[in-house]
C-alpha cells in the first residue's frame, strides 16, 4: 500500500467546545526504526477526550489539567485512546508485526487516534485483532475493557458467586463491566435509565435496576462489590449496600469524593478501593482472549465517519451515550 505524504485528521488548537475540533490535512507519521505505522480504520470518542478538549476535569484536578494537557493550548492536537487498523510499515528492527497485519491499539494518554495514520513503537501497547471481529468492535475494546478489567479482577478481586452492583451499566466501561464481571463468575446487577435496561439485560446482568424508578442508595440487597462507573456517588452512599467485607470500586470522581470516602472507610471491614487503571499491553492479551471466547464484546451505540467528528464529541458531551461512540476513518 501506498503510504501519502498527507493524511487527515481531527485537530484541536485551544479548549472548548465540539466546533474546536477540525478535520485537516496533516503530515503522515514516519514511523522509526522500531515502530509500525498504521493505517487507522476506526477510533472512539470517549469521555477522556471531551474532557481533554474542554478541560473539564472532576473538581479537585483542575490544578494539574493545564500543566499536563498544555498552558495556553493543547499539546496533543489530536486526540484519540484507541484505535484498530493495519500495519503499512515497519520500521527495519520490528520483529514482532509484519505488513498486512490487523490490529487494535491502545495509545492512551499519548492520543494520536483520530487521524488515518498512527506510528506505534512494536513492543507498544499494540496487539492482533480478534478472530471475527471487525475495526469498529476492535477500536471499542482497550478503554473501557481496561478499565473494568482492571477494578474488577485486579483491585476488586471479583470472585465466582459474589454479586456485584455496576452502576452505568450502559457506558463504555460499565458495559464491559458487566460482561467481565460475569465472566469472573459474579451474579451482576446492572445500574442504568429506563431506556437502557434491555440493553443491560443482553449484556449479561442477571437483574436491572432503573435508577429513574428506585432509589439505587436503598436498594433492599446487600452486594459484595459495588462498581461506581461514573463518579456519581461516594462511600458512604453505598456503606448500608455493601455485606461486611465487601468493596466500592471507583473508576471515577472528584478528589473531595475520594477523599470523603476514604476517610469514611477506615473504622469499617469495608473497602474502598480508588486508582488510575494502568495502561498495559498485557490488559490488551487478555481483552483479545476475553473478545474470541464471547466474553466481552464492545457496546456500540453509533458510528461516525471522520468528518463528523465534531458531532460524534457533542454526543459523548450529553454524558447519555450507550457503550462507544466509534470514528470510522475510511
Not at 520483529?95 to 507498544?124: C, N, S, W
Not at 473531595?256 to 472507610?265: E, G, H, L, R, V
Request: include cysteine; charge should be positive; glycine fraction near 10%.
Amino acid at each position: 500500500m501506498s503510504v501519502p505524504k498527507t493524511m487527515k485528521a481531527a485537530v484541536y488548537r485551544r479548549y472548548g467546545p465540539p466546533a474546536v475540533v477540525r478535520v485537516i490535512d496533516w503530515p503522515t507519521p514516519i514511523p522509526k526504526q522500531s515502530e509500525v505505522l498504521i493505517r487507522v480504520r476506526a477510533s472512539t470518542v470517549s469521555s477522556a477526550d471531551w474532557r481533554m478538549r474542554t478541560l473539564s476535569v472532576p473538581r479537585g484536578f483542575g490544578l494539574f489539567a493545564r500543566p499536563a494537557f498544555g498552558f495556553f493550548g493543547p499539546r496533543k492536537p489530536i486526540l484519540g485512546l484507541e484505535l484498530a487498523g493495519e500495519i503499512v510499515e515497519v520500521g527495519p528492527r520490528v520483529t514482532q508485526f509484519k505488513l498486512g497485519d490487523r490490529v487494535f491499539a491502545f495509545p492512551g494518554i499519548a492520543l494520536g487516534g483520530h487521524a488515518q495514520y498512527r506510528a506505534m513503537p512494536e513492543d507498544g501497547r499494540i496487539v492482533l485483532m480478534p478472530r471475527d471481529f471487525t475495526f469498529d468492535q476492535a477500536a471499542a475494546l482497550s478503554f473501557g475493557g481496561s478499565t473494568a478489567l482492571y477494578f474488577l479482577r485486579d483491585r476488586g478481586k471479583v470472585a465466582p458467586g459474589e454479586e456485584v452492583l455496576v452502576v452505568g451499566a450502559s457506558g463504555s466501561v460499565g458495559s464491559a463491566a458487566v460482561q467481565i464481571a460475569k465472566h469472573l463468575g459474579a451474579k451482576v446487577t446492572g445500574v442504568t435509565s429506563t431506556a437502557n435496561c434491555e440493553i443491560v439485560t443482553k449484556l449479561g446482568a442477571h437483574h436491572v435496576v432503573d435508577y429513574t424508578a428506585q432509589d439505587i442508595f436503598k436498594l433492599p440487597k446487600k452486594y459484595d462489590v459495588v462498581f461506581d462507573t461514573v463518579g456519581k456517588s461516594m462511600f458512604s452512599d453505598w456503606q448500608q449496600t455493601l455485606k461486611d467485607g465487601g468493596r466500592m470500586l471507583m473508576a471515577a470522581g472528584s478528589v473531595p469524593q475520594m477523599i470523603q470516602s476514604a476517610w469514611a472507610a477506615r473504622k469499617t471491614t469495608k473497602k474502598i478501593l480508588i486508582g488510575n487503571t494502568p495502561e498495559t499491553v498485557e490488559q490488551l492479551r487478555d481483552l483479545k482472549a476475553l473478545a474470541e471466547s464471547g466474553a466481552f464484546n464492545p457496546l456500540i451505540h453509533r458510528t461516525y465517519p471522520l468528518e463528523q467528528i465534531a458531532q460524534a464529541h457533542a454526543e459523548v458531551e450529553t454524558g447519555h451515550k450507550r457503550g462507544n461512540i466509534v470514528i470510522k476513518m475510511d
